[in-house]
């Protein structure tokens, strides 16, 4: 996804910008590492010996690039950076979650782990410590390709949805895993048991179109796609989503619509996919009405020929 930022409120941290998976912060969720808007994803540049740098949209439903696979996604995962006012231990857990994120945007991802382990050890029940570390961990563990590592990783996102089930990025980056490590058909019945679980939540089924948009099934992804709007109206990462495959699939109008429907409920909190979105609505405008003109001037508004005809009326 694209260089980091952190997301945050607190005033001693500047956010920049960056992605895989993540919208606004839980209530109450505490600290925690996500990527800003669950859809983009910003670049970083990793100094030293973790250096690792790559460009990638987590949010690619509709959207085939070079590359862009779910074995990759995991890579720009913890990018932004959101929080809840917290006290005590928590508090203190907020704090080193904070220094881990700013750790890792660094590239000094061991001294960002300790930053997390610490942080859960503050806070044992504040599942984003959990995600933080597991994402990181995952990580390192591609980088290296440390089968150790990544087993660890594996552990936390599920040590993390002990303590939420509902986590969205702890759901995407276990689901990565699981498809990275050659079990995509766990990452499907993970995704599937979330939703069944979750009637009415559209998160799920969310994740689930992107798994199958990157397993190459457009038309299942749009299914359940179509479901999430159902299911949450007012979701703008739904409809966003919605758009990009409708326009991959060449249903320019609907994605027009879809892209509008998306920016009216929460341009805001798309974060720089409401730049890509804006941007999708103006080209989208002009191509619509450009093939209008085209057929208007094809002969649509052309005088037809007078029919030549005898009669005796005058």
């Given at each position: 996804?694209p260089?980091?930022?952190l ?18 912060s ?15 994803v ?26 862009l ?9 913890i990018?932004?950076?959101?929080f ?20 890792y ?5 061991t ?39 990544i ?34 058909d ?12 979750n ?35 007012n ?9 990009r ?35 999708r ?22 005088i ?5 005809f005898?009669?005796?009326?005058y």
């Amino acid at each position: 996804m694209p260089a980091p930022a952190l997301r945050q409120t607190l005033p001693q941290f500047t956010p920049e910008h960056d992605t895989t998976n993540a919208p606004a912060s839980r209530p109450g969720s505490g600290l925690r590492v996500v990527h800003p808007d669950d859809f983009e994803v910003s670049v970083e540049v990793l100094p030293a010996e973790d250096s690792f740098t790559e460009t990638e949209d987590v949010s690619a439903i509709g959207i085939k690039r070079p590359g862009l696979t779910w074995s990759t996604l995991v890579f720009s995962f913890i990018a932004g950076l959101t929080f809840a006012t917290l006290s005590g231990c928590q508090w203190a857990a907020g704090s080193q979650n904070s220094q881990g994120a700013a750790m890792y945007n660094q590239g000094q991802y061991t001294a960002a782990m300790e930053q997390f382990q610490k942080a859960i050890a503050s806070a044992p029940e504040d599942p984003d410590g959990y995600y933080n570390l597991a994402a990181t961990t995952h990580r390192l563990g591609n980088q290296r390709q440390d089968a150790n590592l990544i087993r660890q990783s594996e552990a936390l996102y599920n040590q993390c949805l002990d303590h939420d089930p509902d986590h969205v990025d702890c759901h995407r980056g276990l689901a990565v895993l699981l498809v990275d490590s050659g079990r995509p058909d766990r990452a499907f019945t993970l995704l599937k048991n979330w939703a069944a679980q979750n009637p009415t939540l559209s998160e799920p089924r969310i994740e689930l179109a992107r798994l199958y948009e990157e397993h190459g099934e457009p038309q299942t992804a749009l299914k359940y796609l179509e479901d999430a709007v159902q299911q949450d109206a007012n979701n703008p990462r739904a409809w966003l989503a919605l758009a990009r495959l409708r326009e991959s699939g060449g249903d320019s109008v609907q994605a027009l619509q879809n892209y509008q429907r998306a920016l009216a409920l929460g341009g805001s909190s798309l974060g720089n996919n409401a730049t890509m979105a804006t941007e999708r609505v103006a080209a989208l405008s002009r191509q619509l009405n450009s093939a209008y003109d085209v057929q208007m001037n094809a002969g649509g508004t052309q005088i037809a020929a007078p029919v030549q005809f005898g009669s005796t009326r005058y």
